[in-house]
């Protein structure tokens, strides 16, 4: 019978005896006890060396007593298991050394068994919150942190830092720096595989942080958004890398620019009364971003801002025509902008750069600044043309921080973020 229960809750000790099992309420919670003996025979002392039955044939190690300890065991069938458990004291009579019985599927000094942290390990992988492995596995948050935190001896140290060929540099937002709340996180751009995430991406720290490495020289590009510091971490220290700056950056700074204008143009619309137009602009803001070539020529259709029978049916392009016709800046600007795409989309950094360093004056100002903000970036923006490196790794990287974000309401302790994004990567394995 003992053999039997002991097998289906997997625990094979053979100095383990199961004496009792009961229900009761502990917290509020109908909870399964076990009570338990664990009394392995006394074996020799491991303080002096002394057998336990000495020359003299007397017992120099004896049982002294137990020492009862409450462990966390995995639920059973969905009722909360723990375990009392009375584990054999000893004492050697030679050096008065004592000692308590320690058995595999506990830690010595823990109070949750090995089952319920590889359980905590495993959903420390996954996108949920500590909240929800502390429910999971009925213990307290602060002992998911504590597992959690056990892992950061395995961190890799800054002294250890190799570099990859591609360096992808980025951003995200993580609110648990005092000093700065962008974090740094860099990945290898061929592999994908997740180098580093950095509590700040301040430029001091970043060098600091670099200077480490000892094969700079290998880093041939570095792949970054529109960020000048970057350019300066280039020039002091990877003597070979070249800039690209990450051509989804790129287009968004182009976009965003165009978008800008529209809004500018509609305050004026609104100022001139005429609201109507304002509103058309404002509810068909994606179609001035969208792509010219994309834009459908053949399909006639009545559209919510161009309703019939007021207006005639009419296709997207000639939709388009008629929000464009409303403000002639952002007539002029749209012809622009869809230019400089084009010529980005084609991968021609001559034309691209043609068009951005003799555009006219006629073009709005703000916008025309914007735009030309990007011949700072020249070198960087011709390699994005050339080679097919982007951050799109990151990308995926960054997916999972929001998302780890989201489960747990944002993140406290910049430690706590980084170890659950190396566990998620598998780049520390639980033992
Ligand atoms: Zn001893």
Not at 100 to 126: C, G, N, W
Not at 178 to 187: A, H
Not at 394 to 406: M, P
């Amino acid at each position: 019978m003992n053999h039997s229960i002991k097998k289906m809750l997997r625990l094979i000790d053979p100095n383990l005896t199961i004496l009792e099992i009961t229900q009761e309420k502990i917290n509020h919670q109908m909870t399964l006890v076990i009570k338990a003996n664990l009394s392995p025979q006394p074996s020799p002392c491991k303080c002096c060396g002394a057998n336990v039955i000495d020359d003299d044939g007397k017992f120099a190690v004896v049982k002294n007593g137990k020492k009862t300890v409450t462990v966390r065991l995995e639920a059973f069938n969905h009722l909360p298991m723990v375990m009392h458990l009375n584990k054999q004291r000893y004492v050697c009579k030679k050096c008065r050394h004592y000692w308590t019985a320690q058995s595999y599927f506990i830690r010595p000094h823990h109070a949750i068994s090995e089952q319920v942290r590889f359980k905590m390990m495993d959903l420390l992988k996954e996108k949920v919150s500590l909240t929800f492995i502390a429910k999971q596995c009925q213990v307290s948050i602060s002992t998911v942190i504590r597992v959690l935190r056990s892992f950061k001896p395995q961190l890799p140290k800054a002294k250890q830092l190799y570099l990859p060929k591609v360096l992808l540099v980025d951003e995200f937002r993580s609110h648990t720096s005092l000093e700065d709340k962008m974090s740094f996180i860099c990945v290898d751009g061929e592999t994908g595989k997740l180098l580093d995430v950095l509590p700040t991406r301040k430029l001091p720290y970043l060098k600091n942080y670099f200077q480490n490495a000892k094969n700079k020289e290998d880093v041939q590009f570095l792949v970054s958004d529109m960020n000048a510091s970057y350019m300066q971490l280039i020039a002091s220290h990877f003597p070979n890398a070249q800039l690209i700056i990450d051509r989804f950056h790129i287009v968004k700074h182009i976009n965003q620019a165009l978008n800008d204008c529209r809004v500018r143009e509609m305050k004026g619309l609104i100022k001139e009364k005429k609201r109507s137009q304002a509103a058309k602009l404002k509810s068909n803001w994606r179609y001035i971003l969208k792509k010219r070539a994309n834009l459908d020529v053949t399909e006639y259709k009545s559209w919510r801002s161009f309703r019939q029978p007021k207006f005639p049916l009419l296709t997207e392009e000639m939709m388009v025509d008629r929000l464009l016709a409303f403000s002639p800046k952002l007539k002029l600007g749209y012809q622009y902008v869809h230019d400089l795409l084009e010529a980005f989309d084609n991968k021609d950094p001559d034309t691209f750069f043609e068009i951005l360093k003799t555009l006219p004056d006629t073009l709005d100002e703000v916008l025309k600044e914007k735009l030309q903000n990007l011949i700072n970036y020249e070198e960087g923006i011709r390699n994005a043309l050339i080679y097919p490196y982007s951050n799109g790794k990151i990308e995926a990287k960054n997916t999972h921080i929001k998302t780890l974000k989201r489960v747990s309401y944002g993140f406290r302790s910049f430690v706590n973020m980084k170890l659950r994004l190396f566990l998620m990567n598998s780049l520390i394995e639980s033992k």
